[in-house]
């Protein structure tokens, strides 16, 4: 298969490293999953690359389900460029979701596995603790199922 991490990583296979959410309307909106990938996730003004990983398998993506998503993701984009908050541009792509690949066994859990892991502690635990600080709400365990 193209979508195994090593193949994936050479940046020829048109991949890109993503995650699938799959969410209840009732209980977090598009609009705040949005939220999240542009002021936690990632940084949207990066052209193929995100903080050391450089490569169009790297490249800022928004993958819509149906047409709804896409009005959504591409309004969006446009009035978060429109507010300055990034001092340059969006650069973030809204494709259609054709496929998705689940990684290999080895990266599932991840981070949670490997805590003192370099990359873990420099550019994603970061992450988590200003997901933490900001959207503790989105963390809460509802009917035995986290958010």
């Not at 979508?3 to 991949?15: D, L, M, Q, R």
């Not at 340059?88 to 003192?116: C, K, R, S, W």
């Given at each position: ?40 996730a ?55 979701l ?24 420099y ?25």
């Amino acid at each position: 298969s193209t979508a195994e991490y090593y193949t994936v990583a050479g940046g020829k296979t048109k991949h890109a490293e993503s995650v699938r959410i799959d969410f209840d309307r009732e209980v977090v909106t598009y609009d705040t999953i949005l939220e999240v990938f542009f002021s936690v996730a990632h940084d949207p003004t990066q052209l193929n690359y995100q903080g050391p990983d450089v490569g169009p398998q790297y490249r800022s993506a928004v993958f819509y389900a149906d047409a709804e998503q896409k009005k959504t993701a591409e309004a969006y984009i446009r009035a978060l460029d429109a507010s300055g908050v990034y001092s340059g541009p969006i650069v973030t792509e809204v494709v259609p979701l054709e496929d998705f690949f689940i990684a290999e066994e080895y990266h599932q859990d991840f981070m949670e596995l490997n805590p003192d892991y370099p990359y873990i502690v420099y550019w994603d635990r970061p992450k988590i603790e200003k997901l933490e600080r900001e959207y503790p709400h989105l963390l809460a365990v509802r009917e035995g199922a986290e958010l």
